[in-house]
């Protein structure tokens, strides 16, 4: 029965309340975050437009993640595709604005499409739109109808999740947002996203081959790289981050691509793990990458501009900020001892024991995807040292970096919420952990296996991240002290940076971020194809009166991939202008004429 | 009794197509309108129900009195002058519309083999009301026409809805009356804006704002 | 009694790791015919560094002033995942390889910040350019370490110790850890310890601005990273065999050990002198070839080599 009240029905299972758990830990602090934040920019109605706006979107999410039936996650789905754009697009005044939010637009409901196609096809079969009478028809599905069916979900949900090459909108919408909204859509939104293709993809199709974990881990290892690469070159802060996460989808995809493999040979326990690593990073991306959104967005409300360029020096005039920052960036790049590092940890052991346990190729490739994770936490690692250490150390580079001035204490709340959870889930890692198994044991199956003695045994190593922090911690108080005891108290004298003696150093002596990234441009120019123009206008053969220098990459996606299809409507749209008259009669003679058409139709039949 | 006011309603249909003038074409669908009243006030007189009863007294505030009276205001108000502007002459036009009754007749002894031929009648009416509300939309060129057309056509599925069937729902009938009455007012409104932008009001030199 | 013994031996080899560096300058300066500085240097350096007056610059933050301890923590805490004497260590199965080497990155993204820190082009150089070799250094480190890994069934070091023959995808994944070795101990087709022109340096460019006792600490730490990873990689191509624990075997084994670093640093010093350094752009070409040989190592440990 197609109708919406019949078919709306919940489920609390524990894949559910775990996305809730994310949802609610992301969008708690970015609400009392946008506090502050909208304050001072914006008239009090649009604030209170912006702010129902916003609950109206987490619960929207919310319901997307609770729900049990296909019929109600789907509009769900809408309802949360619809009151994110309007969302980004609540600075309408700035065309940048308009024209992000046009692009998610467009890109999230053709995800929508490719969900709805899967959906009729799964209910053609079924009868039903409710998980349990799906799962259970799925038997009947022929092979052919399954993996069109698997390939119409991984796109549905990967437009929507940012995987390569669907992720195009999120550089483009996640800037243009207001700073919370970003966080809570990276955060929080394109996780349910994931929550979609574990439940339904998985959940309730289940696994025939191998061959769809090692398309997802192939589509993975894209993600994270061009994802990475993109964020290595980016001048604009948030685009930086929407950049990262797109590759850190791929890294969740990683060990979720693990466990599909592992599932596909009847590998229960690891698969569990494997899946188990995946969520876990979910949980931590969301609050990281919620944290440097929202010091993204402090960082825009006291400079005014969100260019690395034209920062610097925020370390000394935004001391708590650039704090929560650091924070964030260490979390991020997957350095010991945050819970960053637990959950990279935890999917470079589990791609590990798919190695050790899987035959022949499947080793050479497991390996291999361990390879490609070290690059992407190397080249993560390098990012983020060049986001905090341009934007925030040494001299301001411009006058509005200079007069900068703390942000307000909702906003200092909303980051230091989260920075808190990065310890809570760093040092309480061994807990979660086996909350996170109970989670993913739901999605694989497979036997209850005990788990271990408290601590995290996997593939032969344990992580123990409080002893880990612990002696790290007792190492650097011991080392402070000793070295102390040896030389005595502290001799230091201010002087000036090392100059070689060109009498004052200013902020255009300093390394910009785009010549931090310069060697990476180099290096993977295969990849970037960057440009370069150079204007000297001479006054004489020796003497150049002024010199310009352009450096730019393509985007590779944007050029050969979306602007030939684009293209490619407008070539069609202009041949059927032909139809278009302008006139309002032949319209109306077109319907009149159907309308006899059709009679005469069905008199001579 | 009920066939006379079906032809009635027939014959001012015909006298809707062969007008030259606006003033003359919103008269005739006044009438048919009336006619069309009658006919609704004789169906509930057969089946003895009030709430038809309702609807025909609706059909004759509102398309009777009221929004001939606002199309007349509109136009005194517009100046527009009387012509009607044909895109195929009335003696054309007339031949059309017999032949589409021809058509419908054939079409309704098809359908309705074993039934009151009342019920045929009525279906060839009503018919004929629809393809003569379209066809005035199509071939003739001021904006006002549209409007009067498209209320013909509402005519015409209404009269089919109540022969064929027993009625549409008895709420439905009403919001489709206030449905119908609000959209003649935005449309009148639109006219007015357009004449005042263009000066005129013949749709098919609005193709000049083609894109 | 074990975890007194692991403490000794970490002391023991930080202690020694300054006369490391000393012998393998000794040595690139007898191959170049020169007499150069005595084997102790480095500890007559330290000594001096520590007792003179710091001078920190008026643009950096505290980051500047405390990058020097979290490097030198991360580094000595890097090394409680390495087996030195014993067959064990302190943290044995805690962490593993994964977190031996993201250890070290944490020391690294430190020591980065501290170059940027100060607002000279110097540091900001030598942070760029550290951070490109790191990234491309880390996934041939990763993958030689997953080859043994892969071969003595789990992924920490200690487990490594146990391949009573070493199979010949772990020689091959140990060749390409030297690469890996030679990029971050700043060796010479990589980096040069020796300069101070702004177009050689690198690790150098980070520490320009470091002055006292921050530099003592630096240098220290390179000088512990340095040993550290000699002595991952002497035990991937030397493993202990597993020794009864009584003390006379302590000594021996300390004796073999001194001995594989020895070694490897005579390998590594040759190498130098015989090299020169490479351009940054070509220290790609380099570690892409280390990257060859460890997913050669790769193939061979797949087809059971």
């Given amino acids: 029965m197609i109708g919406l009240w019949e078919n709306i029905s919940f489920c609390f299972d524990p894949l559910a309340v775990f996305f809730l758990l994310v949802i609610t830990v992301v969008s708690i602090p970015s609400l009392i975050y946008s506090y502050g934040y909208l304050t001072g920019h914006y008239s009090r109605a649009r604030i209170f437009v912006i702010t129902s706006g916003t609950v109206l979107f987490i619960l929207s999410m919310a319901a997307v993640v609770c729900s049990a039936n296909l019929l109600a996650f789907l509009f769900a789905w809408e309802l949360m595709s619809l009151v994110s754009y309007f969302l980004v697009v609540f600075d309408h005044e700035n065309h940048q604005s308009v024209d992000a939010g046009l692009i998610y637009l467009i890109m999230t409901h053709v995800g929508t499409a490719f969900l709805l196609a899967a959906v009729l096809i799964m209910y053609h079969y079924a009868g039903s739109f409710d998980f349990s009478v799906v799962r259970n028809t799925i038997p009947l599905i022929p092979a052919a109808t399954r993996h069109m069916l698997f390939l119409f979900l991984l796109i549905g949900f990967g437009t929507k999740a940012g995987v390569v090459p669907l992720h195009v909108w999120l550089p483009y919408a996640h800037p243009q947002a207001p700073s919370h909204i970003s966080s809570i859509m990276s955060g929080a939104m394109i996780k349910v996203a994931l929550y979609g293709f574990l439940r339904i993809a998985i959940g309730i199709i289940g696994i025939p081959s191998a061959w769809w974990g090692i398309g997802v881990l192939s589509v993975a290892v894209g993600t994270c790289f061009v994802g990475i690469m993109y964020a290595l070159l980016e001048r604009d802060i948030k685009r930086l981050l929407a950049y990262s996460s797109v590759e850190n989808i791929g890294v969740i995809l990683l060990g979720i691509g693990a466990a599909m493999v592992l599932m596909s040979k009847q590998q229960y326990v690891l698969a569990e793990i494997a899946c188990a690593a995946g969520l876990f990073h979910i949980l931590n991306h969301a609050v990281f990458k919620g944290l440097l959104f929202l010091g993204a967005g402090s960082v825009y409300k006291a400079t005014g501009t969100r260019d690395l360029e034209r920062m610097g020096g925020l370390i000394k005039r935004m001391p708590w900020t650039a704090a929560f920052f650091l924070v964030g960036a260490l979390a991020i790049a997957g350095l010991p001892p945050l819970n960053g590092f637990v959950s990279e940890w935890l999917i470079f052991q589990s791609l590990f024991g798919a190695a050790s346990a899987l035959p022949g190729a499947l080793k050479i490739f497991f390996v291999f995807m361990m390879v490609c994770l070290a690059v992407t936490c190397g080249l993560a690692a390098a990012c983020f040292v060049r986001a905090f250490g341009v934007g925030f150390l040494a001299l301001p580079r411009s006058s509005r970096a200079e007069q900068a001035s703390e942000v307000p204490l909702s906003m200092k709340m909303g980051m230091g919420i989260l920075t808190v959870g990065i310890g809570i889930l760093a040092f309480c890692a061994t807990g979660l952990w086996h909350a996170m198994r109970f989670v993913a044991h739901g999605i694989t199956g497979g036997e209850i296996v005990p788990a271990g003695t408290g601590e995290l045994l996997l593939s032969g190593t344990i992580l123990n991240m409080p002893v880990i922090a612990g002696i790290f911690g007792v190492i650097l108080v011991l080392g402070y002290c000793m070295v102390r005891l040896i030389a005595g108290p502290e001799k230091v004298r201010r002087g000036a940076t090392w100059d070689c003696g060109y009498y004052g150093l200013t902020s255009r002596n300093e390394y910009t971020a785009t010549a931090f990234s310069k060697p990476f441009r180099i290096a993977f120019s295969f990849f970037f194809l960057p440009q370069r123009r150079v204007e000297k206008l001479r006054e004489s053969y020796y003497h150049v009166s002024s010199f310009k220098y352009e450096v730019r990459t393509i985007p590779v996606f944007k050029q050969y991939f979306y602007a030939p299809i684009v293209k490619g409507f407008f070539v069609v749209a202009q041949r059927m202008k032909i139809f278009q008259m302008g006139s309002v009669h032949w319209y109306l003679g077109y319907i009149l004429f159907m309308f006899i058409g059709v009679i005469i139709f069905v008199l001579v039949h | 009794m009920i066939y006379a006011f079906l032809l009635g309603m027939m014959m001012f249909a015909y006298s809707m197509v062969i007008t030259r003038r606006v003033t003359a074409l919103i008269r005739s669908f006044r009438l048919q309108s009336l006619f069309l009243a009658l006919v609704t006030f004789a169906f509930a007189y057969r089946e003895k129900s009030i709430e038809v009863c309702i609807v025909a007294g609706l059909l004759v505030v509102i398309k009777v009195v009221g929004i001939p009276y606002y199309l007349t205001r509109l136009l005194k108000g517009i100046k527009i002058d009387e012509p009607l502007g044909l895109f195929m002459n009335p003696l054309l036009s007339l031949v059309m519309a017999i032949i589409f009754t021809f058509v419908s007749s054939l079409f309704g002894a098809m359908l309705l083999r074993h039934q009151d031929p009342l019920i045929l009648v009525s279906l060839i009416a009503a018919m004929t009301t629809l393809f003569i509300g379209f066809f005035i939309m199509v071939f003739r060129i001021k904006a006002v026409t549209q409007i009067v057309g498209l209320l013909t056509m509402e005519n015409g599925i209404f009269l089919l809805a109540a022969a064929i069937t027993d009625g549409m729902p008895f709420f439905v009938e009403i919001a489709i009356f206030f449905d119908v009455f609000v959209c003649v007012i935005i449309t009148g409104i639109f006219l007015y804006r357009i004449n005042r932008l263009f000066t005129h009001i013949e749709v098919n030199r609005l193709t000049e704002l083609r894109g | ?305």
């Avoid at chain 3, 002033?65 to 979290?70: E, G, L, M, S």
């Fill in chain 3, 1 to 305: 009694m074990k975890t007194l013994l692991f403490i000794i031996q970490i002391l023991v080899c930080i202690c020694l790791a300054p006369l490391v560096s000393g012998l393998m300058r000794k040595i690139k300066n007898s191959l170049r015919m020169r007499k150069g500085a005595p084997v102790l240097q480095p500890y007559y350096n330290l000594g001096k560094y520590i007792k003179k007056e710091e001078v920190v610059s008026e643009h950096s933050s505290f980051i500047l002033r405390y990058a020097p301890y979290v490097v030198l923590a991360s580094t000595v805490t890097a090394f409680l995942f390495v087996p030195v004497f014993h067959y064990s260590c302190l943290l044995s199965e805690i962490g593993g390889v994964v977190a031996l080497f993201f250890f070290l990155s944490l020391g690294r993204f430190f020591l980065v910040l501290a170059g940027l820190d100060a607002g000279s082009s110097f540091g900001g150089m030598g942070s760029s350019r550290e951070m490109f070799i790191a990234s491309l250094a880390e996934p041939v480190a990763i993958c030689a370490m997953a080859v043994v890994g892969l071969k003595s069934g789990a992924l920490h070091l200690p487990a490594a110790l146990n391949l009573v023959q070493t199979p010949v995808s772990v020689i091959v994944a140990a060749t390409a850890l030297l690469f890996v070795v030679i990029a971050e101990t700043s060796r010479i087709p990589v980096d040069n310890q020796e300069t101070h022109l702004e177009l050689t340096m690198i690790h150098e460019a980070m520490v320009l601005e470091y002055s006292g006792r921050s530099l003592a600490i630096l240098e220290l730490s390179a000088h512990i990273k340095q040993i550290l990873l000699l002595s991952v990689l002497a035990g991937m191509l030397w493993p202990f065999p597993v020794y009864v624990p009584d003390s006379g075997a302590y000594l021996w084994s300390a004796a073999f050990f001194a001995g594989k670093v020895a070694c490897i640093a005579v390998i590594v010093s040759v190498m130098e002198v015989m090299v020169a350094k490479m351009r940054l752009f070509r220290v790609v070409d380099f570690l892409g070839f280390g990257f060859l040989l460890s997913i050669l190592a790769l193939v061979m440990a797949g087809l059971g080599v």
